[in-house]
């Protein structure tokens, strides 16, 4: 019976020697797993839509649903209230001279529009081959249980906690987090640790474990010209009215070269080149070229042409118009001149690149090569400082050991492209640089879209692994 | 009594010498003001809105009145129909040896909407300070029946018309005269002519009367460029895809100069230069510049250094990008890479380009610098080529008499900045290179605006001219 019978797993046997954790903890996981797999189907039943006002119930529902599940654990566990959703916070002191882990995650998810895509409904979890679909399943309700599930077999085994440990699930990080920067800073006592656990990613492939130790940062910024009053007749003026469009157009275009190069003076100054043996560690991961350019539709790949495919996706920076807009763009012609234009340009950052400095540099850039004629405002929408965390350090080599001997493989250590920006928060308010993103889900599980889903495989073996965590991670700090 | 008095004219003593135009026919003409303006207002009345199919019973309702009028006059009148809205054809034929008159017109308006910006309703004529403000007042009701009031003077007075004379007034100008073309060609014989006269324009400024000779053409494209098969996130694939709006604007920055000048290959090669009396005569309009940015709302005017704001406008070719889109357009920030971006791009072409060759060299040029992983499509929405009437031929010389008759002023000769693809559809079908473009209108009456109107005294005096105009063509085909 159990999962260990199903994945074809025997613990028993496992060849990794993590000596601390009780065999007897696997076999209670392993014995528990249905239970588990009710409890998240309970918790993927509030439809915790944080973006949506009329959810302010469910949202409630979902975070006392959090806090009482600590509380059964023997978490001092409350609700912090923000202006908006509550952050649920738990402590459990277990002995003031062992370390401390904080684990993150949310309660809150994704509106699950659009509706008709589903097949079964979005918060009515439906088991099928293996996988639960709901919304929330991988992003983040699963993902973060298995810390609550890991904890209650550890403690049901053994009585205790290898490690003292804070649990933080915030209710807002589907609408960008924006209550989570105050709520550390007024907190930072409290939330002192010595690592942070952060399981909302994916694997790097299904079947491929992976931790990640670098996430690209970002500048967004969105630039308006304005040129006449109104739309003119392209016939009576067109020649002697500068064109916003073309104004915007000529810009944009110096901001890139055709080989994928930022053109913005200085952009690269402080761009750490991968060293050898990180390019080499990366030139090892699986990529699928060939597969790639099917999914996407595409017939070539661009790009840097120096750098392979994986390091252009997450190690290099880049530049990307993100939306164009300008005149008219219905059926049929219209013989203006548009009064204004606009575009959405981003930029994804790399270490030790800081998206403060790179803001003031595409602003200056963009000043110095404006036409006189164009009147320009640049508005900086939102950004993100890239991460890279060491991964020689004890609790990464703490982390590769557990997620072995969950996933019976290695992990692979990858940099990210995209930016989570509670990462920087934590690095930044907290002092934290041992910071551990430990992706359970998978990149297919759909995260965002209908059907989202997880496999219980996959949150099986990540319970496994967060119960090795606790005691490689006391291992690692106590030599 | 009459407009003689009101606006102050006494064309008794007026030094111009059209012997031909016995004194009593502008006699005539004042005597009746009041009963042209009130014709004016019935015919205003009738909502022939030609692109709303719920308006096809007033478009009837239109055509009929115009035929009727005409049959009154004794022209042998009838509606022709075409696939969407008769054309209003009649003739009258005076002597085989005289020359003949063909004057175009349209019967259908634009929509009135924004309908809250008019002050009094669009089809409720009403004067006010001596212009009559309705929907089609000046475009094109109001210009059209000078021609057929003029018309009536000359019967009621002389018995007989100095021309032979035909009339066609369409019902599908305003939606770009679909139908036209193939009544042209199916009719060449019944509307063959020596000279054809076209009111649908207007002065070169208020007080200002002018015949216009040159027309730009027109090319007007759609580029589309497809990239990867949905959008994508830009951090998960950010320095590996192509981004069509990247591409998209990349290529159209190449279209251009930063001077103004277009930088597609062999673009300028059929361009008649202006010759230098020309160059001399266009100095000499007023253009006010200061007026003109203010107007605009802008500080500087743009184009080609080396011509004069006119010449720009009307005499040298140009290219504008009319409307761009691609990606995210809507308020904040979302970090995707678009699958698609496209443009709108016309050129404004003048003699003697042609606008089926300009079309093949946009493409080519396109093609030619288009990125090998851009997937391209290119629609050609509409052209028409430039028109260039000459200035010197007896019909040009006898209509700026027959102005300078009814206006009490010498014409200015002028190029306009639009198309006006009847005009050669005209030249090209009709094979008549008479063509005499006579606005008597004004550039503030607000065609296709709220609060459209004609002036009343611009009304009379073009009344008189069109008379005048009988008379100096006779004359000058006689001759």
């Keep these: ?169 915030e209710g807002e990080e589907e609408i960008g987090s924006p209550n989570l920067g105050q709520f550390l800073q007024k907190n930072r ?26 996430l690209r940062g970002l500048c967004y910024l969105e630039i308006q010209i304005q040129g006449s009053n109104f739309d003119l007749h392209s016939g009576s003026f067109g020649g002697v009215v500068a064109n916003p ?10 901001l890139k070269n055709t080989d994928g190069i930022v053109a913005i003076p200085s952009f690269y100054d402080h761009v750490l080149e991968l060293p050898p043996d990180e390019r080499l560690e990366m030139s090892r991961l699986p990529v699928d070229e ?17 750098y392979s495919i994986m390091e252009r996706k997450t190690a290099r920076p880049t530049l990307d118009i993100n939306g164009i807009w300008g005149g008219f763009a219905g059926e049929g012609a219209k013989t203006i001149i548009p009064a204004k234009a606009g575009a959405k340009v981003s930029m994804r950052l790399v270490p030790n690149q800081r998206s403060s400095a790179i803001n003031e540099q595409f602003k200056s850039f963009i000043r110095s090569i404006a036409p006189s004629t164009a009147k320009i405002q640049i508005a900086e929408m939102h950004g993100s400082d890239p991460v890279l965390i060491e991964r020689n350090q004890p609790a990464m080599v703490a982390a590769a050991k557990a997620i072995e001997f969950g996933f019976d493989k290695k992990p692979v250590f990858i940099r990210e492209g995209g930016s989570i920006p509670i990462v920087g928060l934590f690095k930044d308010v907290l002092d934290c640089g041992s910071i551990l993103l430990l992706g359970w889900g998978s990149p297919d599980d759909g995260a965002h879209s209908p059907n989202e889903r997880f496999s219980l495989e996959d949150f099986h073996r990540a319970i496994c692994s967060v119960a090795a965590l606790f005691y490689s991670l006391e291992e690692c700090y106590r030599t």
């Design 1 to 169: 019976m159990g999962m260990k019978k199903i994945f074809g797993m025997d613990r028993i046997q496992h060849e990794l020697e993590i000596a601390m954790v009780p065999h007897k903890v696997v076999d209670e996981i392993s014995a528990n797993s249905q239970q588990y797999v009710e409890e998240l189907a309970e918790f993927l039943r509030i439809p915790s839509v944080s973006t949506e006002s009329e959810h302010a119930a469910d949202i409630r529902h979902a975070a006392m649903w959090v806090a009482k599940k600590l509380g059964k654990l023997g978490f001092q566990a409350e609700l912090h209230e923000t202006a908006r959703h509550p952050v649920v916070f738990g402590h459990l002191l277990v002995d003031a001279s062992l370390p401390t882990l904080l684990i993150y995650g949310h309660y809150d998810v994704q509106p699950p529009d659009p509706l008709a895509e589903w097949i079964t409904p979005p918060f009515s979890p439906s088991i099928r081959e293996g996988y639960i679909y709901a919304r929330g399943a991988t992003d983040n309700k699963g993902q973060c249980l298995t810390y609550l599930m890991a904890m209650e077999a550890l403690l049901s085994v053994t009585g205790r906690l290898p490690l003292n440990v804070k649990v933080l699930i």
């Design 290 to 306: 060939m597969q790639l350019k099917k999914y996407l539709g595409v017939e070539q790949l661009t790009g840097e042409p120096d």
């Design 189 to 214: 006592e409290l939330l002192r640790t010595d690592v942070i656990a952060i399981s909302d990613g994916s694997q790097f492939a299904p079947g491929i474990p992976a931790i990640t130790y670098g």
């Design 245 to 254: 469009i073309q104004e915007l157009i000529e810009m944009l275009s110096r």
